[in-house]
């Protein structure tokens, strides 16, 4: 069974700078897909990023990026430029041939003024 | 835009109610699911459906029944709810399964058995 780690339970970042959250993936298979979901407090769960493990160019949308190692089974949240709204818990969620959602125990960021 | 809505934010119920949670959407998405969510333990797959009447276990679905009588609903039920369930539920509904798809989540439930 494939298993998802968030080593980071709580992070904080100051405004406008840029924070790395971490996650990393077991498993035997070689195509899947993986995600970095956002749970804002008290608000629903929206899908950030998307990553494609054949595609080896990481995947971007505006100020969040992927830093996807495959060997190393290692898929990295980087948010720049961090903003108030940022704030929230990010789940990592690994989706393989069964297509269903396995999730990391996510990782609550705080965002400082 | 995709709504997926639950019918209550949140609950209270003693040990031994059979409770009812309730998720619908208007996308008509062929796809829903339960997820029970605990700190530290992120989301855990309870229940999906793939389609009317069609149902499939999840990771965890001892305790748990579903229901998808109707394409845009679907209920999650707790026979006999113990103070285990206590938790963050959360439903969500995609248009497909693989991984192009993305799942639509509603609000959650915080259920409380006492």
């Known amino acids: 069974a494939q298993t998802v780690t968030q080593s980071q339970p709580e992070m904080s970042v100051q405004e406008a700078e840029t924070v790395t959250l971490s996650c990393t993936y077991d498993?035997?298979?070689?195509?899947?897909?993986l995600f970095w979901y956002k749970q804002p407090p008290s608000r629903q769960m929206i899908l950030v990023i998307r990553?494609?493990?054949?595609?080896?160019q990481n995947a971007t949308e505006n100020r969040f990026s992927v830093n996807f190692q495959k060997a190393a089974k290692s898929f990295s949240l980087k948010i720049s430029d961090s903003q108030l709204g940022d704030a929230a818990m990010y789940f990592c969620?690994?989706?393989?041939?069964?297509?269903?959602?396995?999730f990391g125990g996510g990782t609550r960021l705080m965002v400082k003024p | 835009d995709v709504k997926v809505t639950q019918s209550s934010r949140y609950l209270v119920k003693r040990t031994g109610e059979k409770v009812f949670l309730e998720c619908v959407q208007d996308?008509?998405?062929?796809?829903m699911f339960w997820y029970r969510q605990d700190p530290g333990l992120g989301l855990r797959l309870i229940y999906f459906?793939?389609?009317?009447?069609?149902?499939e276990k999840g990771d965890i679905p001892e305790g748990y029944s579903v229901s998808r009588e109707k394409k845009e609903r679907f209920s999650l039920i707790l026979e006999s709810a113990s103070t285990n369930q206590t938790s963050m539920y959360l439903c969500?509904?995609?248009?497909?399964?693989?991984?192009?798809?993305?799942?639509?989540f509603g609000p959650g439930t915080r259920l409380t058995v006492t």
């Open positions: 990553q494609e493990a054949y595609k080896q």
């Open positions: 969620a690994y989706m393989g041939a069964g297509n269903m959602l396995t």
């Open positions: 996308m008509d998405h062929e796809n």
């Open positions: 459906s793939y389609d009317v009447k069609m149902k």
């Open positions: 498993t035997s298979e070689s195509d899947y897909y």
């Open positions: 969500a509904s995609s248009l497909g399964l693989a991984g192009a798809y993305e799942q639509y």
